[in-house]
C-alpha cells in the first residue's frame, strides 16, 4: 500500500536515489524503499506552494476549515493501517500512538474551530478624524498568512509533531501552504498521513501546491528547503543543534525568514519543603514514572529536581532507588537516538559529584535505561556538562542548602519549556518568591504535577526562552501556535470597495478592536 514516492504538489514521484525504514525494536529494514527527495524536487514543490498560496491564502474561513477537518477524518480512518506502521518505525506502544492519532486529529479539528472563530486576525479600526490636528487618517489593520512554511517531522511524536502536526495544522490555519521535510525514521508513516492530506487537498479543490511531503536522510535537503526563497517560515522540533543549523541558513539567506525551532529543554521541577516533607515516597514513585515514560523521549522530560537538603530529600533519594530497577528498558526512537543516550548518561556520570542513584532494567541495544544522578548544588554549578539535556529516561536530582540556593541555581539555567513547582499552601509564601525567577526561564510554569503531559487548547503554551526555543514569543502547541505564520498588515484611507471583506464597515465577523475597543461585531 505505500509507494516510497514523495508527494509533489499532487504529484507522486520517485527517485534515483532510496532509503529504508528501520524497525526501532528489531532492527529490521521495513519495506519498501523510499526515494530521497532531489533539489528539484525542493524547487518543484517550493514552486508549486508559492502558486497555491495566492489562493490558498485568501481562501474564504470556512472552507479553510472544512479543509482542516476533512484532513482529520481521512487521518482518523488510516486507523490501525497507520498505528501498525508508527509502530513498526517508533517502537512506541499501541496506546500511545493511538492516543497520538486522537491528539493529531483533535489538533486539526481545533485549529478549524479556531479558523472559523476568526479572533486570531487581530482586526483592529480606528476611524478617520478629519478634525484632528493634524487629520486622523482611517487606519485599519489584519493579519494575513506570512506565506510558504517548510515544517520538519519529529522523530519523537511520528504523530503529532510530524506531517499532520501541530506546526502543519497551525501553518494551514493561518493560511499558509506547507512543506513537509519528513523524519527519516518514519517515512511510511509520514506517507500514509501525507497520502490522507494531499486527498483532503484533491477533494476540497484546493490547488495541489497547498501540501507537499519530502522525505530523505541528509541535511542538503533540509538546507535547500529553508533556503529556497520561496518559503517564509520554518517550524521544527529536534536537537539543539539542528535547530541551530536551520537558524543559520535562514540568516544566511538574502531574505532571512523566521525559523522556530523547538530544541533543547531539562524542565527543571522544584520540591518545596513542605509539601515534599508530606510524602517523599509518593513524590519520588512519581517522579520516576514520569522521567522514564515513553523511554523519556519527550522534550518536557523532568530532568532536574531541585530540592533541600534534609531528612525528607533523603527518603526522597531512598524511594527512587529502590523504584528504578523494577523500571522497564524500553525501545528507543531511533539506533541514533540510543546512541545518543547511551553517550550522553556515560558523560553525565563522569562529571565530578555526580552520584548515582539507581538504575532502571538493561534490555536490547535499542533500549534505553533509566538512570538517576544527584549531585550537589556546588558541584553542579561548577560544570554546565549538569545543565545539557540527556534525551532519554534520565534525570539529575540536586541537592541544595536552602530555597535561596534553589532560587540562585534556577537564576542560571538556560530557557526552558516547562518548570514545575510541587507545594503545599504552607509553601506558598516561599514559592511566590520563585515565580519571578520561574516566568522569566520557561514558557509554562506547572503546580503538583509533571510537566510531560502537554494539552492542545487555548492557553497552552510549549515554547520558551532560548533554546527551549528559537523564539521565546511563540508557542508550537495551542491555537496560539497559529500567530507565528501571521503578519500585520494595516490599510490606510483605502476605499471601502477596496478593503478587505473583514474590515469594511459593518460586515465586521469577528472579534474587533474599534476605536481603541473590543466588540463583537454583528454578523
Ligand atoms: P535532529 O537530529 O535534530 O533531526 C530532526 C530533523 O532535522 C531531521 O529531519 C534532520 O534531517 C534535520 N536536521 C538536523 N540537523 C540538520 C542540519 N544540520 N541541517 C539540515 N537539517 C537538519 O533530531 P532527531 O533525529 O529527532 O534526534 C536526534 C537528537 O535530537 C536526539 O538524540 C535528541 O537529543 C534530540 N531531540 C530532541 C527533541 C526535543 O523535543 N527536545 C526531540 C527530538 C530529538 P535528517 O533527516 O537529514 O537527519
Given at each position: 500500500m505505500l509507494t516510497g514516492k514523495n508527494h509533489i504538489a499532487g504529484e507522486w514521484r520517485g527517485g534515483d536515489r532510496s532509503f529504508t525504514a528501520v524497525d526501532a525494536a528489531s532492527g529490521d529494514k521495513l519495506e519498501p524503499h523510499f526515494a530521497e527527495a532531489s533539489k528539484s524536487d525542493v524547487a518543484d514543490a517550493c514552486a508549486a506552494a508559492a502558486e497555491a498560496q495566492k489562493v490558498f491564502g485568501s481562501l474564504a474561513l470556512g472552507k479553510r476549515a472544512a479543509f482542516l477537518r476533512l484532513a482529520a477524518d481521512k487521518i482518523d480512518a488510516l486507523g490501525d493501517t497507520l498505528t501498525q506502521r508508527a509502530m513498526a518505525e517508533s517502537g512506541l506502544p499501541e496506546a500511545r500512538l493511538n492516543g497520538e492519532r486522537g491528539r493529531t486529529v483533535g489538533q486539526l479539528r481545533l485549529f478549524a474551530d479556531e479558523v472559523e472563530n476568526?479572533?486570531?486576525?487581530g482586526l483592529r479600526i480606528d476611524h478617520a478624524n478629519p478634525d484632528r490636528t493634524p487629520p486622523k487618517p482611517d487606519l485599519r489593520m489584519r493579519k494575513i498568512p506570512l506565506g510558504p512554511v517548510a515544517v520538519f517531522g519529529a522523530?519523537?511524536?511520528?504523530?503529532a509533531f510530524s506531517v499532520a502536526g501541530g506546526d502543519t495544522a497551525s501553518a494551514f490555519a493561518a493560511g499558509c501552504c506547507v512543506v513537509v521535510k519528513g523524519h527519516p525514521a518514519h517515512p511510511g508513516t509520514s506517507e500514509l498521513v501525507g497520502g490522507a492530506i494531499a486527498e483532503a487537498v484533491k477533494e476540497s479543490g484546493l490547488p495541489e501546491g497547498v501540501f507537499s511531503l519530502l522525505s530523505g536522510t541528509d541535511f542538503e535537503l533540509g538546507e535547500a528547503l529553508v533556503k529556497?526563497?520561496?518559503?517564509?517560515a520554518v517550524g521544527f522540533t529536534g536537537s539543539r543543534s539542528g535547530g541551530l543549523a536551520l537558524m543559520e541558513h535562514s540568516a544566511n539567506r538574502e531574505v532571512p525568514i523566521p525559523v522556530f525551532a523547538e530544541m533543547s529543554s531539562i524542565n527543571p521541577v522544584v520540591l518545596m519543603p513542605n509539601r515534599l516533607a508530606e510524602a517523599p515516597e509518593a513524590l519520588a514513585e512519581a517522579y520516576v514514572g514520569s522521567l522514564s515514560m515513553g523511554a523519556g523521549q519527550f522534550c518536557t522530560n523532568p530532568g532536574i529536581v531541585l530540592t533541600v537538603e534534609g531528612e525528607a530529600t533523603d527518603r526522597f533519594i531512598a524511594k527512587a532507588r529502590e523504584a528504578l530497577p523494577s523500571v522497564a528498558a524500553q525501545t528507543m526512537l531511533t539506533k541514533g537516538i540510543s546512541d545518543a543516550y547511551r553517550k550522553g548518561i556515560s558523560t553525565l556520570g563522569s562529571l565530578d559529584g555526580a552520584e548515582p542513584v539507581g538504575v532502571g532494567q538493561e534490555g536490547s541495544s535499542a533500549c534505553g535505561r533509566a538512570e538517576v544522578y544527584t549531585v550537589s548544588a556546588s558541584a553542579f554549578r561548577k560544570d554546565?556538562?549538569?545543565?545539557?539535556?540527556?534525551?532519554?529516561?534520565s534525570s539529575i536530582i540536586v541537592r541544595c542548602r536552602d530555597l535561596s540556593e534553589v532560587a540562585e541555581i534556577l537564576e542560571s539555567l538556560e530557557g526552558q519549556l516547562t518548570a514545575t513547582l510541587h507545594l503545599n499552601e504552607t509553601d506558598h509564601q516561599e514559592a511566590a518568591k520563585l515565580l519571578p525567577v520561574l516566568e522569566q526561564r520557561a514558557g509554562r510554569i506547572l503546580a503538583n504535577a509533571w510537566p510531560t503531559g502537554v494539552d492542545v487548547t487555548h492557553a497552552m503554551v510549549h515554547g520558551g526562552p532560548f533554546p527551549a526555543t528559537s523564539?521565546?514569543?511563540?508557542?508550537?502547541?495551542?491555537?496560539?501556535?497559529?500567530?507565528?505564520f501571521l503578519r500585520p498588515v494595516c490599510y490606510q484611507d483605502l476605499p471601502e470597495s477596496l478593503l478587505p471583506e473583514a474590515l469594511k464597515e459593518g460586515s465586521l465577523g469577528s472579534l474587533t478592536r474599534v476605536d481603541g475597543t473590543y466588540q463583537l461585531a454583528e454578523k
Open positions: 476568526g479572533a486570531w486576525q522523530s519523537n511524536f511520528p504523530l529556497d526563497a520561496r518559503i517564509a554546565n556538562g549538569f545543565e545539557e539535556e540527556v534525551f532519554g529516561p523564539d521565546g514569543r511563540s508557542t508550537s502547541v495551542g491555537t496560539l501556535a497559529i500567530d507565528r
